[in-house]
């Protein structure tokens, strides 16, 4: 599918793995020149090694950062702007979530979650916020189902990111009609979190496939299996292009049918 982008400015926060990594990938294959960040530099720089060589180093540009530092966000909207000239998306891709329940859950705990989830999200904009008013350009958020589903045993994830959907409502409005603001609401998607619980499951024996087969019955997940990585980054790329123009404030759930609210 051509989305577009050709000829297009994207930045991508959370980038180098993941729905992240996946988003860079596509939107590069979609013509669309990437800016993208994360904290783990080395693994940055292997990932902006293997896009230069694929798309062209002029296409490509990553900063390993922490979008919970303000200046240093605004350092990288600077570097975008003097590289690529201006930015017609945003895509803010926040952490992993936090199991805990309201029990065990510390108040350094909640201030920690609230301050990755809202910040993820209020730092990035307002760096970019500029740009995109005057590409007239879009922002996707990726944020959880947690957000209108929440699970006791995420109690602080749930409670933060319905923050920031509220977030994300309101600057839909306020920043009419010149910038686009969505989110996807993502289910389970095989990430590097859910790796790690596979491989500490207690029957070694299971395969991956079993694993992931039978976690998605026990969530009650109609397609019967996990999300790729590669399909909620489709989503988010839709959302962002000219072919969703006439969409704001509204979310995108990537979960396999697992919603069960309307």
């Not at 991508?12 to 993941?18: D, F, N, R």
Request: aromatic share 6%.
């Amino acid at each position: 599918m051509d989305f577009g982008y050709q000829g297009k400015v994207a930045v991508v926060t959370g980038g180098s793995s993941g729905i992240g990594l996946e988003t860079v990938r596509l939107l590069l294959q979609s013509g669309a020149k990437v800016a993208f960040c994360a904290r783990n530099e080395s693994r940055l720089e292997n990932v902006a090694t293997v896009m230069a060589r694929d798309f062209g180093d002029e296409n490509v540009l990553a900063q390993a950062l922490s979008v919970l530092d303000p200046t240093a966000v605004q350092g990288f909207a600077d570097m975008v702007k003097a590289r690529f000239g201006g930015v017609d998306l945003l895509v803010n891709n926040a952490g992993q979530g936090r199991q805990s329940t309201f029990a065990d859950t510390s108040d350094d705990d909640w201030h920690a979650e609230y301050e990755l989830k809202l910040f993820s999200q209020i730092h990035p904009i307002r760096a970019f916020l500029p740009q995109l008013k005057a590409s007239e350009g879009a922002i996707v958020a990726v944020n959880s189902l947690l957000a209108y589903q929440p699970e006791p045993h995420m109690v602080c994830t749930s409670s933060a990111r319905a923050g920031v959907q509220n977030l994300l409502k309101s600057l839909s409005v306020e920043l009419a009609p010149e910038v686009r603001v969505n989110s996807i609401l993502l289910g389970l998607v095989s990430s590097g979190q859910w790796t790690r619980r596979f491989e500490a499951r207690e029957d070694q024996t299971q395969s991956r496939e079993e694993w992931y087969g039978n976690l998605a019955a026990r969530k009650g997940i109609p397609l019967g299996r996990l999300g790729d990585p590669s399909e909620a980054a489709a989503a988010i790329a839709f959302l962002g292009s000219r072919a969703a123009s006439y969409i704001t404030g509204s979310q995108l759930e990537v979960s396999g049918g697992l919603s069960r609210h309307i």
